[in-house]
């Protein structure tokens, strides 16, 4: 076998059309379906259209309108408290899990995993759904689960408040929560599988407490997964959409308060018909994201390189 | 003493911890299924089950099917069941194949371009989806593609990342020997990737399957954009409609919900193993 191969090396025995035909099906449908709208990303950003026919050149106005646009800054002031919330909150509660999840001689841990992951399989549409009729007034199970505990106590709670009225971004980062915080937990646990034992018990042999261990153990070794599951967050937080659209009932929410990023995209491309200024929101949502990607690579390398 | 006390009330805290937390995740989804099967004034008299005057038994007699009868009977949902199963279905198959064939490209052949394909499908990767909705409409309106179910599955067979999941697969997971050992007993370069790469990498293949079929399943904005006829609706926009339509008729949105997440949860049962390891693998690994 050795002096065949030696006689035909790979390369160049086999067909240099090879790893092409075997890369067209998916250089084809990218191409067209990926590069090709990129392309026109551009082009369109400097058009108004009505509806995706008729459409005339503006230049960079779509830019210079989005900068004056108070909705636009209402949707980017919305996206970053969901995000900011989805982080401070969601984040330590499923590092938390990940921890509870480690406890010694726990059983039914990898059933335990798959339940608390098991939210994060149902679309968001779905979930949306679910929370918009749990949060209903009177037929809502939140109004009717607090008339009925604190009933016992003697406190009459009003079975027609109206969560989604009145805390609009509570309502989404509740039902964030439910779908994430197991998703984020499955990274963290893995995670916390790069802690080495014998730091830790060098540690408890120091005299270590489990606040001190959590710090200087535990943190240091997840450090590089967090920041991933930060970016990856931020990424998804920052494209939220449907949540919204679908509580409250294809609608941004009483007062603009759920209006997102994302939404006044879908707005303006498809209930207006102005695809070229949906296209400038999209840039903006990209220059954001490109540019927290790029920090969290550079935090990643910077710390990379002083370890 | 002082130690075993201690060891009790930690344990006590993680367990009632894990607890609530499981509470919680159930509940939602529990009270859905339980209000699917109530009749409208049932909503206002009793929160999970109706129960027995002064008893803690469940009165069966008093949940109905309705709800879901006029869903499959009145507004035809079961085809948006079915729309659902083929998107998904063929998507998730094509994407499959597609990704698997580029990651094993790139991965185990030497050649003029792969830096450049690699560098490519690196920085798709970064490309956020809503950038491409307005001129991606756009092409799908000049291709005469909107509102066909071919307009939903060719762009979504070729995704980026999952060319870069294959890539990883194959080059962890193929050894060249055993492709030179095919290509001596002649095998062509097809066959060599059908019976000896695709077995090789089979978890990812299961992994990246139901990744696909889920973001398909679950996916709304899509073909709300691209569909405008009803009986191509899939489940996410079908249930979208519920809302519009029948606003105050919550049995009906809850069963809708329910048919919606059921077929996942028990896809999801069935390929666990293969899909929560598959992540965490690729998380720690990425």
Known sequence: MSAKAAAMPASSARSPLAPWLFLSPFLICFGVFTVYPLIQAVLLSTQTTFGPGATRFVGANNFIALFRDPLFWKACSNTLVYTLGSIFIQLPLALGLALLLESPNLRGRSWLRLVLFSPSMVGVVFAAMMFGLIFEKRTGLLNQLLHGTLGIVGIEWDLDFGWLQQHVMLGLIVASLWMYVGFNMTFFAAALQNVRKDLVEAAIVDGAGPVSRFWNVTVPAIRPVAGFVVLMSVIGSFQLFELPYIMFSSSAGPDNRALTIVLYLFQNGFEVGDLGYATAIGWALAVILVGCTMVQRLLARGEEAAA | ?286
Not at chain 2, 177 to 186: N, P, Q, S, V
Not at chain 2, 262 to 271: C, T
């Open chain 2, 1 to 286: 003493m002082n130690l075993r006390f201690t060891r009790i009330t930690a344990w006590l805290f993680t367990r009632s911890l894990l607890l609530l937390a499981v509470l919680i995740t159930f509940i939602p989804f529990l009270w859905l299924v339980a209000a699917s099967f109530k009749s409208n004034e049932e909503f206002f008299r009793s929160t999970f089950l109706p129960m027995r005057e002064g008893s803690w038994a469940v009165d069966w007699s008093r949940l109905t099917f309705d709800a879901y009868q006029r869903l499959f009977v009145e507004v035809d949902f079961g085809r948006g069941l079915i729309n659902s199963i083929f998107l998904s279905s063929v998507t998730g198959v094509l994407a499959t194949l597609c990704c698997a064939m580029g990651g094993y490209a790139l991965a185990r052949f030497n050649f003029k371009g792969r830096g450049f394909c690699t560098a490519l499908v690196l920085a798709a990767v970064l490309i956020p989806g809503p950038l491409l909705l307005a001129p991606g409409y756009q092409l799908l309106y000049n291709l005469g593609l909107l509102d066909s179910f071919a307009g939903l599955i060719l762009p979504a067979i070729a995704p980026a990342f999952g060319v870069f999941l294959f890539r990883q697969a194959v080059l962890s997971g193929v050894p060249t020997d055993l492709l030179e050992a095919a290509r001596i007993d002649g095998a062509g370069e097809w066959r060599t990737f059908m019976v000896v790469v695709l077995p090789l990498v089979r978890p990812m293949i299961g992994t990246f399957l139901m990744i696909t079929f889920l973001g398909v399943w679950n996916n709304f904005i899509g073909p709300q954009v691209v569909l405008q006829s009803p009986d191509k609706f899939p489940l996410s926009v079908a249930v979208a409609e519920l809302k519009r339509g029948y606003y105050s008729d919550y049995g009906l949105q809850m069963a809708g919900t329910v048919v919606s997440i059921l077929p996942v949860m028990i896809l999801f049962l069935l390929m666990q193993k293969d899909f929560v390891s598959g992540l965490a693998a690729g998380a720690v690994k990425g």
